[in-house]
């Protein structure tokens, strides 16, 4: 380099032009070299792609073809030996179905009122509640079995004396708790159930200043009476002592003094009616007594037959003794069976 | 304004104080003008007639004035305007912040009978026991919620009706909801009043607010979807599921893994909406875990810091933080834990003998 630059400067530089080019040529042909290398070589990893996939999909083949001759010389086999494999095969049948059975029980076992399942530290209880033949909301408890027993979570409403019912029983006997529980949300979703039908159903009634509280154990209202001349308005104030019972332990109807006697011992009826029946079925009284002043009693209709209903909250369940299905059909009819409603369950084999 | 409480002195119907008809005046211009004659008929103390010709004209302005009209030919008092301001911050609850407090029960009682005018009468008695110039006044709602609204003033001064303080009470539950007003000196007196009234021994606050009442009802009340083991299968609900085309020589990756944190999501979360709170907030105050070679913090000293979690809808950002794929599932306990154990604001100390930090309830 320095001999060219010291003999003639443009040779040299023209030179060292030249070296570049040719080692840039040299450059670019290698690269194609290794692309084309490396383009050989995706082509022959896809071509053994291929290779092994029709291998496997050949292996899979002749794996399937071996089971299937293999069942078949079993039936072959088994064909001569008749009673032992069939009735393998019956008891397996046999075992599927009462699992079957007991899972499906389990299923609808929430239709008893309480039950549980059982979680990786303690038992989850349900506790579903119905009134009038309506089932009504389910609610749960996550308990935990330690030492002492205790409520992880739950989502009984605040309302409830929760605290109360388990300092006194859940340490010592769980069914009781369980069952002084569950009588507790009954008789405060029955008691809402009959302020809630009362409301929406007797309107015509009510004259209105509803006082009630969060546990629906005090209920105040007034409501109109008719008699053959005019209509009186009646104060009635519902005191529900006991808060496992859905009937109040209290009940006072007034009203105004300037009103005939025969008004007068009427209340004392009401008082009496209310006391002892369910607010909704005490205007329903009124309501025929209104009507018709000769009747007294309705009929009960008399529910018999092949199907039995049950009617839960927005639909209703038939459970059909001709089928050995049961349907669900989404309704919302009004219409109740007045009194209670007994349901049975058919779970047949073949299902 | 004087002018105005001039002219309506000379109306029929009787005279109505000035500051009352300014206080409805400037009641009415804060609700927006489609809400109005819901509002007004919720209140009840307008007859419905004059309600119906009462027209929502364009300006506000108007229609304030007219309902201004309206209350002094009724002669509406400072009791009357109360209520109104109380059926106004009903429905518009979520604009206040609320702040929970539980009572209990000094000695365990039995549930009573709530008789609301014995309540009304020992609540007004304990305040205006200390303090004379307050405006009290209840008003009870359908859901069995009973709104308390108090005036504060002072010896000195009348009651600023602009400042009051609400308070929201379910009958026969040991919590109020009391929405945070700025003077805090009053609030000794109002947790006494609230106690006495309503038969507990103490009374604390909880370590939980929030914008939306409704939700910090469902945290307290339980009312919020929990999900609990159970045999029974809950109805499947209809999902929209747009019909995927897939190609059979696709395969997911990580479909197990997706499906397992669907899973243990619904196991945390449930299936239902979940309460709406706006804050998650966490102070720490553990120590200061460095590699060896940091030693420019002491060891002795705890690490003071503040962890904020903000969003329009905190948990149900949570819920599908793990679904995005922006967090592990499952998520911290301490993150879940917020509406079972009804608090959003921590302290989370050292747990003695354990490098971990643990949560330390005060």
């Known amino acids: 380099m320095a001999e060219a630059a010291a003999g003639n400067p443009e040779e040299g530089v023209l030179s060292r032009l030249e070296k570049l080019e040719a080692r840039a040529r040299a450059l670019a042909l290698k690269q194609e070299e290794a692309e084309q290398q490396q383009r050989q070589e995706v082509a022959r990893l896809r071509a053994r792609i291929r290779q092994l996939r029709r291998r496997r999909d050949e292996l899979k083949g002749k794996v399937s073809l071996q089971q299937a001759a293999l069942g078949r010389r079993e039936e072959a086999t088994s064909s001569g030996a008749e009673p032992v494999p069939t009735a393998r095969v019956q008891e397996r049948a046999l075992l599927q179905w009462k699992v079957e059975t007991v899972e499906a029980m389990l299923r609808v076992f929430y239709l008893t009122g309480i039950s549980g399942k059982l979680t990786e530290r303690g038992v989850c209880f349900c506790l579903s509640t119905a009134y009038d033949g309506n089932y009504l909301d389910s609610y749960y408890l996550d308990i935990v079995i330690t030492q002492p027993v205790r409520i992880h979570r739950h989502s009984v409403p605040i309302f409830i004396p929760l605290k109360r019912i388990a300092a006194k029983y859940l340490q010592t006997d769980v069914r009781c708790f369980l069952a002084t529980l569950s009588a507790h949300l009954n008789a405060y979703v029955g008691r809402k159930y009959q302020a809630d039908y009362l409301q929406k159903h007797f309107s015509a009634f009510l004259g209105g200043h509803w006082q009630k509280n969060s546990l629906y154990n005090m209920l105040a209202f007034n409501y109109d009476v008719t008699t053959e001349s005019s209509t009186f308005p009646f104060r009635v104030k519902l005191l529900y002592g006991d808060l496992d019972r859905s009937l109040p332990t209290e009940a006072s109807v007034s009203c105004k003094e300037d009103v005939p006697a025969s008004l007068l011992e009427k209340a004392a009826t009401h008082s009496s009616l209310f006391m002892n029946m369910a607010l909704h079925k005490a205007f329903d009284t009124f309501r025929k007594a209104a009507e018709t002043p000769d009747n007294t009693e309705g009929t009960v209709p008399h529910w018999a037959g092949q199907e039995t209903f049950l009617t839960a909250g927005m639909g209703h369940l038939r459970f059909s003794k001709s089928q050995a299905t049961w349907m669900r059909e989404i309704g919302t009819s009004e219409h109740q069976a007045p009194g209670l409603c007994h349901g049975q369950l058919y779970l047949a084999p073949e299902h | ?362």
């Open chain 2, 1 to 362: 304004m004087a002018a105005r409480g001039r002219r309506g002195r000379g109306a029929a119907g009787g005279a109505m104080d000035v500051t009352v008809a300014e206080f409805i005046r400037r009641t009415v211009l804060k609700v927006p003008r489609s809400h109005i004659p819901a509002l007004l008929q919720a209140w009840g103390f307008l007859p419905a007639a004059r309600l119906q010709a009462l027209d929502v004209r364009p300006l506000k302005e108007a229609i304030a004035e007219a309902v201004v009209q309206l209350c002094q030919e009724n002669s509406a008092s400072i009791k009357e305007a109360a209520v109104l301001d109380i059926v106004y911050n009903h429905t518009f609850q979520n604009k206040r912040v609320w702040t929970v407090y539980q009572m209990t029960k000094a000695t365990g009682g039995e549930t009573d009978i709530f008789d609301f005018t014995a309540f009304k009468r020992k609540f007004k008695r304990r305040i205006q026991s200390s303090l004379i110039n307050v405006t009290i006044n209840f008003k009870e709602f359908e859901d069995n919620a009973i709104w308390i609204r108090i005036a504060w003033g002072t010896s000195y001064t009348k009651p600023n009706q602009y400042k009051a303080t609400y308070v929201v009470y379910h009958s026969q539950t040991p919590y109020a909801f009391i929405s945070k007003s700025i003077n805090r000196s009053n609030l000794p007196l109002l947790c006494q009043a609230l106690i006495v009234a309503s038969n507990y021994g103490d009374i604390r606050e909880m370590e939980l607010r929030s914008h939306c009442l409704d939700s910090l009802k469902d945290i307290v009340f339980k009312r919020y979807s929990q999900t609990f083991q159970t045999h029974h299968p809950k109805p499947l609900q209809e999902r929209n599921v747009a019909p995927e085309n897939v190609d059979p020589r696709l395969i997911q990756e990580d479909k197990s893994e997706k499906e397992r944190i669907q899973r243990v999501n619904q196991e945390v979360f449930g299936d239902g909406p979940q309460p709406k709170l706006e804050f998650a907030q966490y102070k720490l105050e553990t120590m200061f875990k460095s590699s060896p070679k940091m030693v420019n913090v002491s060891e002795r000293e705890s690490f003071r810091c503040l962890v904020k979690f903000s969003s329009p809808h905190l948990l149900e950002a949570l819920k599908s933080l793990a679904p995005a794929g922006m967090a592990d599932a499952p998520l911290s306990p301490l993150l879940t834990c917020i509406p079972h154990k009804a608090r959003n604001y921590f302290k989370i100390k050292e747990r003695k003998g354990v490098l971990a930090a643990g949560l330390v309830s005060p």
